[in-house]
């Protein structure tokens, strides 16, 4: 008022009141925690999640790949076998037969050993098989 005795509350729109209390209802809160001033552009929010979760994704080249893994396993088992991604500490490879599986899984500690000296230590922590 004119005398600052008393504030006016902004008005909201119809829409907004609507828009607000679908969010409260879908996101399980109150109204008036999604009014204007509470909220943030998406692009943000995500920036700021993904900064916190520190995720590391490897990508090497196929041809990167393809040479580690010749070194990791020799040319008999390169010839039967392939790498095909290193993420998340993870190395997923490809096997053509059973038991290529089982070759490879049992010097699975020395093939992450070696991949981890073409890659830097502690990239790969176990190995992940799929058949082809």
């Known amino acids: 008022m004119p005398d600052g005795s008393e504030r006016a509350e902004p008005v909201q729109s119809f829409a907004e009141v609507c828009r ?22 998406m692009d943000s929010i995500l920036g700021e999640l993904l900064s916190e979760l520190k995720l590391q994704e490897e990508a090497f080249a ?19 076998s392939r790498l095909v991604a290193v993420s998340r500490k993870s190395a997923r490879v490809v ?13 699975r500690p020395q093939i ?7 890659f ?3 990239v790969v922590a176990r190995l992940s098989l799929v058949n082809s």
């Open 95 to 107: 096997v053509s037969h059973p038991s290529v599986r089982y070759e490879v899984t049992r010097l």
């Open 120 to 122: 830097g230590e502690g």
């Open 20 to 41: 607000n209390q679908a969010l409260a209802d879908f996101l399980g809160g109150c109204p008036e925690a999604f009014s204007g001033e509470h909220m943030r552009p």
């Open 112 to 118: 992450i050993q070696a991949l981890n000296r073409s």
């Open 62 to 80: 196929p041809a990167i790949l393809d040479e580690a893994w010749l070194q990791a396993v020799g040319p008999g088992l390169a010839d039967v």
